[in-house]
């Protein structure tokens, strides 16, 4: 019976050995795995940090844009107000001229002469003026076109 004894004991002895080794290498695979968490984790905390950047300079930009266009859609509003005030001040403008056109259109009788004179002067200055104009070119052409030739006196 001590034999039993002895062989149950040293077979108690290599399962408690076989079980620390099993120990000792899942221990092993378990720093090796975590390690490898702690790895992956720092990569994965360094691409969302970079994302988390990326996203934060987007916003700002988004940001930017958005201030950008409340800007423009301001100067937009100014720039109705002021085709409004260009369309009062263009009917004003409009009722006006059509005003002056119905005085110039039917004058007082005393007005109706002195415009018809006054239209008269105008055209007879502007004929002459105009008559003028037209000799001064064709004096200045043909003499520019003969500068060096001699005038001849007529012949006795």
Known sequence: MNFFLYASAGIAALALILIAIVLFIAYKNVKLTMSNVQETVSRVEGKVNSVTDQANH?????????DDADEKLQSFDQLVKSAKDLEQTTQYLDSSFQNIALKVENPPEKQRKVMEQASVVTETIARIYYGFKKEKPKQHSSYEQRPNELKELPKP
């Open 58 to 66: 987007l916003l700002e930009k988004t940001n930017k844009i958005a």
